[in-house]
């Protein structure tokens, strides 16, 4: 009997270890073994669904890429003048596009760093869903392919007009920056820039091959179905909807319009930016926002018009903390009253009652006083600070799908995009058509409207002030500017301009990528 | 498959509960087997050695029987009963011949005088935890400490003890944490395998120089050693050489210790007490603060008050000075530092029952320990207990041992001791009507808008933070065990072992850390636990063959299987009202954008090992380990991995031709092994892994890359190569053992940094090496051995010399070597203490890289540099750095001496380390770089009297004002790097054994020891340093008793 028990234990024992190999597969609970992610499709989802959550990190579109860092540099933000003197604050030093103080390159090397990352995501994300042994249908792995590839793009365009040249050279040999397609770690080796980095124009093909890709793989998105309901004003369940916080095939050709238009080739940005404006004036997919209800529905996002925007669950946190602070060396991003009254919204016309501009416009209604404290010995250029509603939404339930959504592209872009092209052809009458159909949309009345007879000039310094106004918190002035090569930015701080050069536009690569 | 070890759990669990059922009917065995009894004689007598030493343990048996009836006490002393008074008792004792004793009648007690076997030496076992070695056969390098010798040194602390008997185990100083209970010691042996990054790269991996821990031949971790009830323990090995580390494969590259518990011995009942009542001191000694008017002194010759003669533009200051004046004249002068520290008591206490026949043994024991700490409310307590019942029928035994044990921490709202170090002596601790305000001290630059504040240290420390750990543990081993033949043995053993742990974080909302911070953010409360589940099963076959009586072989196979399961988490929350001691149910919310944090880990571990030895006649030795180790942390592609080891020693005085060297020579053993062995403390990535993000979105869960693999790595693995000699000369007076060896962990895993648009901030590959080549000896001599009086003295010095060297890194590890220029946390370089460190091949781990430095110039005051081509200049370049020192010592180890007389035994141990060099950081924050903002701190002494004041002044440092109004940095230079020579009182101890006396039986004592005993009674030291920062060093003294019932 005892000898029994012993022969039952080692029988046991030997069957254990002749199948050990097995055991020792132990599949880690709170992670994921990347053959397992690629395994099935819900895996999948949720590894695109993480490529857009590494979108929203502060350092990206969460923050720096969108409301705070390039927002300063252009001017948007206040910021105290015995800052450099007392502390390192950030936004006086991203404000005076000084880039070589230890905060300001800790920030733009994280924008990098988190930048490059989310590509290698991308990437491997990529290769994973070619390789992958799941049952998808043709239709869904165009889309999840598609979406890689577009965003792949979108991320490396403003990589490029963050750190990229200016201005832009097709016929500079310059390797500027790595256009990164590859899942594979290149070792650090000597000649990686030769190899790895790309000329300006070898990244911007690069670049619209990649926008070529997607645009074939996009063809199922259901958003060009007009009864899919993609965008609705309730947020829905399922992977497929919601298609304004997803890279949609519309945002595909507004990125296309953009890139195009950024590298001079005016005429088929235009035609890129049209689709989506005809669109708009068929009243299908985007629409122009009622103006009541902007208000009424403290919709400062202009919801239905925004073509892609990403979902940033930490929206409202990083918002309070961005703008209810209570002083201001503690990187708190409130506009000066001066720049806001008498730079961004006074000059429609001749008007000179600031309160009532202010009043037409609704878009100047999601500034409100700040509850700014200055700090002990900080002399400050101003008295009043405002700060924006915009992103302190707290929607009802009918129209939850303001929450929590940062927008990134909208279809007053386009028609600005458009009404460029007009203006550089010489056609001023339909650049002003244009700019006016924007306004009709923000503005009550005719009398603010860009008379018909406005110069280019006129026309150029209208456009700038809409995008200062359209687009608060959106990250595309600051390019803007880099785009037209502007000379002066308004001040910020008092009303007026300031000199901006050449070595402005030009945030340099982190140390960290190059000493390494 | 995993169904099958379910299945083979189920049964352990099943035995196990057999096991316990015994519990019953052990007790009522002792009984029934007497009735049965009739007519017996008693006989009883003492057992002892040549020298007339009791022997403990020997065991007596009848010849008619050839069973044994009994077991000697501790006293040598044994009672049996006979049958017929025509028996013949048989005593057998490891390493004695075996001697038999005819009754005569009449005659009931005995004294038997039992002679050394020098044949049988070959039977003592070295005990390596998982297999058992033949000590004369076997060919590793080890160090087997027993308890008489653990006992010898001191009473609490297992883990120092045993760096005292060691030299190769080195307890790292920490200076930081000092003698704060709550702080486990950093431990390596031989100085380590691998280098650790943790500094530059910000790594949270802990040690990866630890040893592996094994206890009762199962893993165990630091803490639980560290716990450990010294009085339970019955010898602990420390296997140093591949040959010996060789059968834990993959975790033996550190080394191992492997520690075995008391077993039941048959015989009568004994109940053990011992108790053991510590007092400890803090060593204030090494703080070398200002007092009041020193301070002030320093303060006016720094200009912090301006110029005190402007009356009429620098009022304020004046007002400010004359104030601190006036506290200094009237004698304010507080001594911040006696505050938060204590004398502390510490006791513990142990009770052990033991006893049963040779079918049935029990030993049942429990514990006490409370540590306390010297800085006030700092405390640890742990309680444990186990029961071990064996059960024996014929060849055939089982038995089980269950282990529990609690483990409460706790550290008070005292926080950091440098606080209190650095506190204004002119200011009083509390105000004159006896209220503590928060803030001491501030001060305000309106030239530079530059201002600091110094805060009440007692204001913090009367809150009710509190950082509290516990954890519960329970442990079950089971074994069995079976003689098939007398050549043939099977066992098998299986561990279940659950451990929990919670920790609670509470800092108080009244802090001075939320000065200013919204009511929804004051205080917060952290909570962690943990959750630790595993199971081990294995088996063993050993097998001895003895051909001719010359060829002597044995042969062990053993396969083993473990499973653990890890599970941690963790949440903060804040908001506290003032007043709640930290009741989670008051907080406010938890941290803003924080969410409960929870990890859970599966490691599987399978292990195949054969073990081989051979001996010819003992005098020419040769072992053979192989082991093969499957993990699931080598990764999908590889899942085993091989160890190996080979080695050969030689007895030579076993030789025909030593016979004659016989009274000079009694043992020499040369012995050499070589073999590999891997280090799992370094983690390892070979597939790519994604991690989810910590909530779901409307679009369900999200996932990202979060570990990106090298398909290629290959794992570390250390290479080891040991020599060494074992020695007893001169009729056992010297005992020698020396060994040299080399290792070598090639390749290594090292964490290449890479470009960022690479997407990843670090690649790991397998790049360079580390070898490390090292001497260690022990040396024992009696100069007095009167063992028939009792009279002995002996000495002893142990040493240990190690260097280690980089190698086959080249260039690649440049940007971690400059890594610290571009450290967020320093602002300068040159004040980042990551610059003295430098990965470069042909150079040490250990080197101190810095900018040579000649010195201040007498006429300047200004300090001059040395270029790295050696041209001297007063601008200091990080970059000219060169190896300036080392801080690993030349020779380090312990010597000692222990002095019987009678029943007096003294044992002192001293620690000496030479040729070790140190960054002196007091000397570098508290003496110079005194900034402009610290002035609102007390500064060391020196920062006043030994700096420069004058042209001509020879001093070491600069002058005052140099740091302060021109507000310029001192960088780290070699004049901060000063040698490190120490020699300390470690232990000392003094026991007094009543047993002999005549007075002990009235008492109804068997027994009776009692032990005085010194720790780190004094330190002297080359370097003038501050020890002990955030929490102070201690001296105890303590007093032990030891009674058996």
Not at chain 1, 151 to 160: E, P, T
Not at chain 1, 372 to 383: A, C, E, K, T
Not at chain 1, 414 to 432: F, L, S, W
Not at chain 2, 747 to 752: A, K, L, N, Q, T
Request: charge should be negative.
């Amino acid at each position: 009997m005892k000898n029994m028990k012993i022969y039952i234990l080692s029988f046991l024992f030997a069957l254990a270890c002749t199948a050990c190999n097995d055991w020792l597969d132990v599949d880690p609970k709170d992670k994921v073994l990347e053959e397992k992610q690629y395994s099935t499709e819900d895996y999948i989802n949720s590894a695109l669904n993480g490529l857009y959550r590494q979108m929203v990190s502060t350092n990206l579109y969460g923050g720096q890429l969108s409301q705070t860092s390039v927002e300063a540099m252009a001017h948007y933000y206040v910021y105290s003048s015995a800052a450099a003197s007392i502390s390192s604050d950030v936004i006086y030093q991203l404000s005076k596009w000084s880039y070589t103080s230890d905060r300001a390159k800790a920030k733009l090397l994280n924008v990098w760093k988190d930048g490059y990352s989310t590509l290698l995501n991308i990437n491997n994300y990529i290769r994973g869903v070619n390789e992958s042994p799941a049952l998808l249908s043709k239709e869904h792995k165009n889309l999840l392919l598609g979406e890689a590839y577009a965003l792949r793009a979108y991320l490396h365009f403003d990589l490029f007009r963050l750190y990229g040249p200016y201005p832009y050279d097709a016929n500079s040999a310059d390797k500027v920056l790595p256009y990164n397609r590859s899942a594979d770690i290149t070792m650090n080796h000597d000649g990686y820039e030769e190899n790895i980095y790309s000329t300006p124009k070898e990244y911007i093909e690069l670049l619209l091959k990649d926008i070529e890709e997607a645009k074939g793989l996009l063809q199922d998105d259901p958003i060009l179905d007009p009864a899919s309901e993609s965008i609705t004003n309730v947020l829905q369940e399922g992977f497929y909807k919601n298609r304004n916080r997803r890279m949609n095939y519309y945002a595909l050709k507004g990125l296309e319009a953009r890139v195009l238009q950024y590298i001079g080739r005016d005429t088929e940005a235009a035609a890129a930016a049209k689709v989506i404006t005809d669109l708009v004036e068929a009243n299908q997919v985007f629409y122009w926002m009622n103006k009541s209800n902007v208000v009424r529905q403290n919709n400062y996002i202009f919801f239905s018009e925004v073509i892609f925007g990403i979902n940033n669950s930490n929206f409202r946190s990083n918002g309070t903390s961005w703008y209810l602070g209570e002083t201001i060396t503690k990187e708190i991003y409130v506009m000066n009253e001066d720049n806001l009254m008498k730079n961004i919204f006074n000059g429609y016309d001749n008007e000179t009652s600031v309160e009532e501009l202010a009043n037409k416009d609704i878009r100047a209604k999601q500034w409100g006083f700040s509850n700014l404290v200055p700090d002990n010995g900080i002399v400050f250029p101003s008295v009043s600070y405002y700060v924006s509603s915009k992103y302190k939404v707290v929607a009802d339930e009918a129209y939850n799908a303001v929450n929590d959504f940062q927008p990134l592209m909208r279809v007053s872009e386009m028609y600005y995009i458009q009404a460029e092209t007009a203006m550089k052809a010489g056609n001023t009458a339909n650049a002003v058509a244009l700019i006016n159909k924007v306004l009709v949309n923000r503005v009550g009345t005719d009398q603010y409207y860009l008379s018909t007879s406005a110069t280019a000039v006129e026309i150029r310094a209208a456009l700038t002030k809409e995008y200062y106004r359209e687009f608060f918190g959106e990250g595309q002035v600051w390019f803007y500017h880099k785009r037209i090569q502007s000379t002066s930015i308004f001040s910020g701080r008092v009303e007026g301009t300031e000199d901006v050069t050449k070595s402005d536009y030009i945030v340099p690569i982190p140390d960290e990528e190059k000493n390494i | 498959m995993s169904k099958q070890l379910k299945r083979l759990n189920g049964k352990a669990i099943l035995l196990l509960f057999f096991a316990f059922s015994y519990i019953d009917i052990g007790y009522a065995m002792p009984e029934s087997y007497e009735n049965q009894q009739q007519k017996k004689i008693t006989i009883t007598g003492t057992v002892v050695d040549e020298d007339g030493e009791p022997l403990i343990g020997a065991a007596v048996s009848t010849k008619s029987k050839n069973v044994t009836a009994a077991v000697t006490d501790v006293d040598g002393k044994f009672t049996v009963e006979v049958d017929a008074i025509s028996e013949t008792l048989v005593f057998s004792y490891v390493g004695m011949k075996k001697k038999e004793l005819a009754l005569k009648a009449g005659q009931t007690d005995y004294r038997v005088v039992m002679d050394i076997d020098a044949t049988e030496l070959e039977g003592v076992v070295i005990e390596a935890g998982i297999i058992q070695r033949n000590k004369m056969g076997f060919t590793g390098s080890y160090k087997q400490v027993n308890r008489e010798e653990l006992l010898s040194v001191g009473n609490i602390n297992v883990l120092q003890t045993l760096s005292t008997l060691d030299p190769a185990f080195v307890i790292a100083e920490n200076n930081l944490m000092g003698s704060d209970p709550n702080t486990m010691a950093n431990i390596s042996l031989r100085g380590g395998s691998t280098m650790n990054i943790t500094n530059v790269l910000n790594d949270q991996t802990s040690n990866p120089n630890e040893p592996l821990f094994i206890l009762d031949g199962f893993e165990t971790t630091l803490s639980v050693v560290n716990d450990l009830d010294i009085n339970r323990i019955e010898s602990i090995t420390i296997l140093k050489d591949a040959g010996s580390t060789a059968i834990y494969g993959s975790k033996g590259g550190n080394g191992v210790v492997v520690i075995e518990t008391i077993k039941p011995k048959a015989g009568e009942v004994m109940i053990n007490y011992a108790g053991d009542f510590k007092v400890s001191a803090a060593d204030l000694g090494v703080y070398n603060m200002m007092n009041a008017a020193e301070k002030l002194e320093f303060e006016v010759l720094s200009n912090r008050y301006g110029d005190l003669t402007a009356w009429s533009t620098n009022a304020d200051n004046i007002a400010i000075y004359t104030n601190h004046l006036e506290n200094v004249k009237r004698g304010v002068d507080t001594y911040w530092l006696k505050e938060p520290i204590r004398t502390a008591l510490t006791h513990s206490h142990s009770l052990d029952v033991s006893g049963g026949n040779q079918d049935f043994l029990y030993q049942v024991g429990v514990n006490y320990k409370d540590v306390n700490g010297v800085m006030k409310d700092s405390w640890r307590q742990s309680f444990g207990g186990n029961m071990r019942l064996t059960y024996r029928k014929g060849n055939f035994s089982v038995s089980n041992n269950l282990t529990v044990s609690f483990t409460n921490g706790h550290t008070g709202s005292w926080g950091s001791f440098s606080n209190f170090v650095n506190a204004n002596p002119y200011y009083t601790m509390r105000n004159e009507d006896g209220t503590v305000s928060e803030i001491l001290d501030s001060y305000w630059d309106s030239y530079y808008s530059l201002g600091s504040e110094s805060y009440n240290p007692l204001y913090n420390a009367l809150l009710s933070s509190r950082n509290d750990t516990k954890s519960h543990s329970l442990t079950n081993n089971l074994a069995f065990d079976w003689h098939i033949t007398n050549q043939l043995r099977w066992a098998a053993t299986a561990q279940l072992s659950s451990t929990t742990s919670d920790g609670v974080n509470f800092k108080d909302p009244k802090h001075t850390d939320y000065i200013g911070v919204d009511y929804t953010k004051r205080g917060s409360y952290t909570s962690s636990n943990g959750r630790n589940w595993r199971y081990n099963v294995n088996t063993t076959l050993n097998y001895a063959l003895s051909l001719a009586d010359v060829h002597n072989m044995t042969f062990t196979g053993r396969a083993e299987a473990q499973s653990e399961q890890k599970n941690s988490g963790y949440y903060v929350i804040t908001g506290f009202p003032v007043g709640v001691e930290g009741i989670p149910s008051f907080a406010y919310g938890y941290l803003e954008g924080s969410r409960p944090s929870y990890s859970e880990d599966i490691d599987r571990s399978v292990s195949f090992l054969m073990a081989f030895n051979y001996n010819y006649l003992y005098r020419y030795l040769f072992d053979v380990n192989y082991n093969a180790d499957g993990t699931t942390s080598f990764g999908r592609n590889r899942k085993f991995q091989n160890f190996w080891s080979v080695g050969a020693g030689w007895n030579v005085h076993k030789e025909a031709f030593a016979e004659e060297w016989q009274h000079f020579l009694q043992e020499l053993k040369i012995r050499g092994s070589y073999g590999i062995n891997g280090n799992q403390n370094v983690s390892n990535l070979s597939t790519n892994v994604y991690s989810y993000y910590s909530s779901s979105d409307i679009f369900g869960t999200a996932s990202y890359l979060s570990g990106y693999a090298n398909p290629n790595l290959k794992w570390q693995v250390v290479k080891k190569a040991s020599l060494g000699i074992d020695a007893v000369l001169l009729d056992k007076r010297l005992d020698a053992t020396l060994d040299v060896y080399q290792t070598k962990t090639d390749p290594m895993v090292v964490g290449i940094e890479q470009k960022p648009s690479s997407g990843v901030s670090t690649y790991p590959v397998n790049l360079g090496f580390i070898q490390t080549q090292g001497l260690e000896f022990t040396l024992g001599y009696y100069l007095i051995r009167d063992l028939a009086r009792q009279i002995t003295l002996n000495v002893r010095l142990t040493g240990h010399t190690f260097h280690s060297e980089y190698g086959g890194f080249g260039e690649a590890l440049e940007n971690l070597n400059n890594a610290f220029k571009s450290d967020d946390n320093y602002s300068d370089a040159a004040l980042n203490p990551n610059s003295l460190v430098r990965f470069q091949d042909g150079n040490s781990p250990t080197a101190l890289w810095a900018v040579r430095s000649l010195g201040i110039d007498p006429a300047t005051g200004r300090e001059v540099f040395l270029t790295k081509g050696g041209a001297p200049t007063t601008t200091f370049s990080i970059d000219d750095r060169v190896k300036v020192a080392d801080s690993n010592p030349d020779l380090r180890g312990v010597v000692g001496f222990s002095l019987r007389y009678k029943k007096v035994l003294a044992n002192f141990n001293f620690r000496y380390s030479l040729g070790g060099y140190k960054f002196n950081s007091a000397l570098f924050n508290k003496v110079e770089n005194i900034s402009i903002s610290n002035i609102v701190y007390n500064q060391d002494k020196r920062a006043l009297y030994d700096r420069w004041k004058e042209p001509g002044d020879v001093t070491q440092f600069k002058g005052i004002a140099e740091n302060l109004v021109v507000n310029t940095v001192t960088q780290m230079s070699s004049r901060f790097i000063q040698r490190d020579n120490y020699f300390t009182a470690e232990s000392g101890k003094i026991s007094w054994d009543f047993s002999k006396d005549k007075w002990l039986k009235s008492t109804g004592l068997k027994d009776l020891r009692v032990s005085l005993s010194m720790s780190d009674l004094f330190r002297l030291s080359t370097i003038r340093e501050e020890r002990g920062t955030d929490y102070p060093f201690e001296r105890s003294v303590s007093m032990g008793i030891s009674a058996r019932f």
